[in-house]
């Protein structure tokens, strides 16, 4: 079946506390992004990556990194976590590099950080 | 000012009913329009994609964009229980590096 799996679905961590949500896809897409999604807000890119270590900053990248070092996988490290990255994380994955072809999420990692 | 803007809802509806939600936005070099239905728990999942003006159907669902009047619909016809969602709109300048924009979402219930 083809999906984006992220892991952990839900964390609750304190401010400080290095954390990485993993991402990997098994459809052999390029494209790989995180956003996050906040009420009233709505989903905000946070990195993009092309294709292996080719990686990119979206609109709110403060506070996050990314690394890109197999297709498959794109995980999202919160180096020193703080309360206002408390959100709901989406990863997405695209076929190609072109920007208008169907984006595949997984199924979202909620972050608490006190 | 937001880019995109989508009324957060929710819009509850009986079983059967025609449903109409919709995307204002301000910038008019937006050409490429979508829907992502989001189930409760779920991510998002692509509906509809349409290109610069005009309608679009599939089954239920007719996606239509008025790029003069900066606006842009998704129309669901003899709505279920399970249409229950969160609606997004979604919207690209081009097919270049960007990201997509998003609407904030429109939460829709059908009552049975």
């Given amino acids: ?114 | 000012q937001k880019e995109v803007e989508q009324d957060p809802g929710p819009l509850s509806v009986p079983e059967g009913a025609i449903v109409s939600l919709n995307c204002t936005y301000s910038n008019s070099a937006f050409q490429y329009f979508m829907w992502y239905r989001q189930y409760s728990r779920k991510g998002p999942e692509l509906l509809m994609y349409t290109y610069s003006s005009g309608n679009k159907e599939d089954g239920r669902f007719t996606a239509q964009v008025d790029k003069s009047s900066k606006y842009i619909s998704l129309f669901i016809r003899d709505s279920q229980p399970s249409d229950s969602a969160t609606y997004l709109c979604a919207m690209k300048k081009d097919t270049g590096r960007r990201a997509l924009t998003f609407g904030s979402g429109t939460r829709l219930q059908v009552q049975p």
């Avoid at chain 1, 890119?45 to 709110?60: A, H, L, P, R």
């Avoid at chain 1, 996988?73 to 020193?80: A, D, G, R, W």
């Avoid at chain 1, 959100?87 to 595949?104: D, K, Q, V, W």
Wanted: charge should be positive.
């Fill in chain 1, 1 to 114: 079946e083809a999906q984006v799996t992220q892991n952990p679905r839900y964390l609750i961590t304190v401010t400080g506390k290095k954390l990485t949500v993993t991402c990997s896809q098994n459809m052999n897409h390029e494209y790989m992004s995180w956003y996050r999604q906040d009420p009233g807000l709505g989903l905000r890119q946070i990195y993009y990556s092309m294709n292996v270590e080719v990686t990119d900053k979206g609109d709110v990248p403060e506070g996050y990194k990314v690394s890109r070092k197999e297709k498959r996988n794109f995980p999202l490290i919160l180096e020193s976590p703080s309360p206002n990255q408390t959100s709901l994380y989406f990863c997405a994955s695209r076929a190609g590099t072109g920007g208008t072809g169907e984006l595949f999420f997984g199924e979202g990692s909620r972050l608490t950080v006190l």
